[in-house]
Structure formats: C-alpha cells, structure tokens
C-alpha cells in the first residue's frame, strides 16, 4: 500500500514538472565557455560548463521547477592542469563549473522555470558587470511579456575607465558595475539604500541602462527588465546576438 502511494506521488511528481530545453548558440567570433549554476537547493544541471566555437550550438535539457543562471567565459586556456578564463571564469580548475559561480564582471542570463505551462521569469543582468553581448529569445510560449530580451551592444567599448578591466594586451575585456568597483551601498542597493525605493539609478548604472535598455543596471531595475513567458518549450541563448 505504502508504495503504491508512493508510486503515485512519484507519478504526480513526475506529470507536475516540465521540460524545457536551454539551447546555447555562439555568434561571436571568437570562442566561448559557457557556464551554468543552478540556484540553491537543487542539484547542478547535467551540464555545467562546455565550449562553444564560433556558429556552434548546444543543448541542456532542464526539468522544471528550476532556478539559475548562465553565463558565457573568454579567453580561456589551461595552464599547469588548471582551465582559467581572462572573464568570467568560476574557479573549478575545469570547463565544467561543477556549482561555481562567474567572477564578476559578467554578463549574466537568470531563469527560473516553472513546472506544467506555468509562468517563467527571464533576464539578462549587468548588476555583476558586463563581459559580452547576449540575447534570450522564448520560442512560442505566450504572455504580453514572452518576447526576446538583448543586450546587444559592446559595453566595454563604451565603458568608463574607472569600471574597465583590461588583458594584458590592452585591450578592455569586461566593465564592473559600480557596485563592484566601490562596494558602495548606493550603487550595491545595500544598508539604507536596501529597498526599491531607496535605490535609484545612478550617473553609473546609467551608462549601462543607455547601452542595453532591456537588461538590469542595478538590482532594483525590476520594471523594464523582467520577461516572462507560460508554456515556453525552449529558450535560444544566444551570445554576440
Ligand atoms: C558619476 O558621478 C561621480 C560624482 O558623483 C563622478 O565622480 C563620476 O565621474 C561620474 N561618473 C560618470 C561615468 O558619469
Ligand atoms: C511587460 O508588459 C507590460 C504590458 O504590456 C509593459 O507595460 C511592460 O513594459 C512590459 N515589461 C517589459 C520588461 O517589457
């Protein structure tokens, strides 16, 4: 009796989830690593850390309910058997990030999917910074909100000197947040400026709001920066859209 019951709410289980394929396409070009970390209380994904050349694409399946992000590194080599990246590197040692999360500045993709046709929430976040262009397109799916979210423009390019991190070469590799850079709770929404209210935007998170309107510039940039979709099948990640 006791399994059959437990036969049952397994099955139930099973019925309430959802599947949803995260594919993973590489415009840019150079090569990619991209990385992902599923958020607390839920093991890793099967996948979390591959490469991505030029035009290639890759598919992770992701059984709903899930909550995480997505990440793409540059300029990775392996080194003394360590696999480092100059941006967004997670630290593992390997292409897999094995629940390590990017060093900031990043830019970074955050879903949290809803099991059986529900609402999912998406975004693309600059609050850690910026290290290359990305879009997040739902395929089908419906809502008023269910539509591609990019940010496509190069930040770096634009990115003012105190923020910038550069390669060795010169060249600017990623753009810090503020929050980053000065750890100050106006531009953290940190201490008593903890509260949506509190927290404006700022001459800083302006200049990333201006380069890619549709993504978060700091954490309370909620309204013109959360996408949301019911019944989304699959998502296209798609990095230097
Ligand atoms: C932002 O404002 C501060 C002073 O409040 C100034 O020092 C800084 O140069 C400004 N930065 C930008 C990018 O406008
Ligand atoms: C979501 O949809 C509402 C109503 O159509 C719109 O006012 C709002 O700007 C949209 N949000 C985003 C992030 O596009």
């Known amino acids: 009796m006791k399994s059959w019951i437990f036969g049952l709410s397994l099955l139930t289980l099973i019925s309430e989830s959802h599947m949803a ?24 994904l099967s996948n979390t850390g591959f490469e991505l050349a030029p035009q290639a694409w890759n598919a992770i399946t992701v059984i ?4 995480g992000r997505l990440w793409a590194r ?35 993709v955050e879903f949290t999917l809803a ?7 998406y975004d693309i976040s600059l609050v850690d910074g910026f290290n290359l262009p990305i879009s997040v397109t739902p395929q089908s799916g419906s809502g008023p909100n269910c539509t591609i979210t990019s940010c496509s423009a190069n930040v770096n390019a634009i990115c003012p000197p105190e923020l910038i991190v550069k390669a060795s070469c010169g060249n600017a590799i ?3 947040s503020a929050c980053l850079a000065f750890n100050q709770p106006k531009y953290c929404c ?7 209210q509190k927290c404006e ?9 201006n380069q890619c ?15 949301t979709c019911s019944g989304a099948p699959n998502y296209l990640i798609t990095f230097c859209p």
């Open 21 to 44: 394929t995260l594919y993973t396409r590489n415009n840019c070009p150079f090569t990619v690593w991209p990385g992902t970390l599923t958020g607390a209380g839920i093991p890793q």
């Open 64 to 67: 709903a309910p899930w909550s």
């Open 74 to 108: 540059t300029q990775c080599s392996t080194s003394s058997g360590l696999f480092t990246c100059a941006t967004a590197n997670c630290g593992s040692g390997q292409v897999a990030c094995n629940g390590v999360g990017a060093v900031p500045p990043a830019t970074l």
């Open 115 to 121: 099991p059986n046709g529900g609402q999912d929430f």
């Open 174 to 176: 990623a753009c810090k």
């Open 190 to 196: 940190s201490g008593e400026y903890n509260s949506p």
């Open 201 to 209: 935007p700022t001459n800083y998170s302006m200049v990333f709001k």
């Open 213 to 227: 309107p549709q993504a978060y510039s700091y954490a309370y940039d909620d309204k013109t920066s959360i996408f």
